[in-house]
């Protein structure tokens, strides 16, 4: 009834199958590089778009500062134009979170970063959120605009940092 080709056919079916279930990532492998490599960055930062306190606009433009180039190793010049704004604030309940805790009383910052090449051409845009949930006393707005800083210094590191610095 069969004859060794139908068997054969039919292996070879059932091996490409087993290729097309296992090996699909196999052929994008992504080596971490990426089209855009900078080594100078520039802040920007761009007027909030929400009420917001002069002392936490002051506090992110210098944890922005301390993140870039600081503790991520970005040197100052004009190859990466990092253009930021504050976006979101509340404050929150500053005694609710120190009297009851369990995120009762949450605070909260989102900054907008728009990342720019030397041509002024926007290559990404990212949102990041800061909380402030807890922490002596309550806890302070402060460190939600720290986390943004962070986070955004991680981002711009990750992806187009020429070379990243070992953490």
Do not use: W
Not at 77 to 92: A, H, M, P, R, S
Not at 106 to 126: L, N, S
């Amino acid at each position: 009834m069969f004859n060794r080709t139908v068997f054969k056919r039919i292996g070879i079916s059932i091996a490409g199958l087993i290729a097309a279930a296992f090996l699909p990532g196999c052929g994008s492998v992504d080596s971490g590089s990426h089209p855009y490599q900078f080594s100078t960055a520039v802040l920007e930062e761009a007027p909030p778009t929400c009420a917001v306190a002069k002392d936490v606009e002051e506090h992110l433009r210098k944890a922005m500062d301390e993140d870039f180039f600081g503790k991520h190793g970005f040197q100052h010049g004009t190859e990466l134009k990092v253009q930021y704004q504050i976006t979101f604030v509340n404050e929150g309940n500053r005694a609710m979170r120190a009297l009851v805790g369990f995120g009762t009383g949450k605070g909260k910052v989102t900054v907008q970063a728009k990342f720019k090449d030397t041509a002024g051409k926007e290559i990404a845009t990212i949102m990041m959120d800061g909380d402030v949930s807890g922490g002596m006393y309550g806890g302070s707005i402060f460190s939600a605009a720290e986390n943004c800083a962070d986070q955004i210094a991680d981002y711009a590191t990750d992806n187009y940092l020429r070379e990243p610095p070992r953490r």
